[in-house]
């Protein structure tokens, strides 16, 4: 595996993708989803070019913070959350991007306010109805949105979303317009543009280029970049 070959792999698609839908690449964030990964991909990865890297658990998180392994990249929270692991997270990632209910934005909002911070967040929805995942549902989505505007030291980037796994090309594209409507309606919604809504978060390996045809300004990709993980182990 070439990590360098694979990023300007992936890099190349993602603008391939967004010039034949109209749109400018510099648009379209790419983030690395580092999960499993050691220290040491993650500095090959960061000297090959990526900028951003995403992590799903708060323990590998914490590890590879401790490590300095980051460095030269940005990063974020892309997995489900538990509000008692918050203070591990808050302050710690520029945006997190797995928010879907109000007790865990209470969370954010009250650790924020403790470190004297404004934590970016996106909202996640589960916009197929899997019940297996989490992201709050689109009829949800409006209340939980208000609930983070109010909060004074939370700032609303936008939305995430994990489609359904699909193997079939082109599957995922009706949910990526449909979370992109619900982009668009928010945003109107919360015409005050002191919030910056910006980020829409959609699009694994499988699936980026139809991601970014549909409108997202980020997507997520792990296996494209560093090959197929071992299995994981339960979630904690
Ligand atoms: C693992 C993961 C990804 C990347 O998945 P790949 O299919 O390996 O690209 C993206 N988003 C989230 C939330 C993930 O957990």
């Not at 919604?189 to 809504?197: A, G, H, P, R, V």
Request: glycine content about 8%; charged content about 20%.
């Amino acid at each position: 595996m070439d990590l360098s070959q694979n990023v300007k792999a992936v890099e190349e698609k993602i603008a391939a993708a967004a010039r034949a839908a109209g749109r400018d690449p510099g648009e379209i964030a790419l983030c690395a989803a580092t999960k499993v990964q050691t220290d040491d991909t993650i500095r090959a990865a960061i000297a090959a070019g990526i900028r951003l890297c995403g992590e799903n658990r708060v323990q590998e998180l914490t590890a590879h913070l401790e490590a300095n392994a980051y460095a030269g990249a940005d990063v974020h929270f892309i997995g489900h959350l538990q509000t008692n692991k918050v203070r591990q997270v808050v302050g710690r990632v520029s945006l997190i991007h797995s928010v879907d209910s109000a007790r865990l934005l209470q969370a954010i909002e009250t650790q924020a306010d403790k470190l004297g911070l404004r934590q970016d967040i996106l909202l996640e929805v589960n916009v197929a109805g899997e019940a297996s995942k989490g992201g709050v549902s689109p009829e949800e989505l409006p209340r939980l949105a208000e609930l983070a505007l109010a909060c004074p030291h939370i700032r609303l980037r936008g939305l995430m979303a994990i489609p359904p796994v699909s193997t079939v090309s082109g599957a995922n594209r009706k949910y990526f317009s449909q979370i992109r409507n619900l982009f668009v309606d928010i945003m109107s919604k919360m015409s005050d543009n002191q919030y910056n809504m910006d980020c829409l978060s959609m699009g694994m390996s499988a699936d980026y280029e139809d991601a970014v045809a549909e409108g997202a300004t980020l997507v997520r990709v792990g296996t494209a970049l560093f090959g197929p993980r071992p299995p994981m182990s339960p979630a904690q």
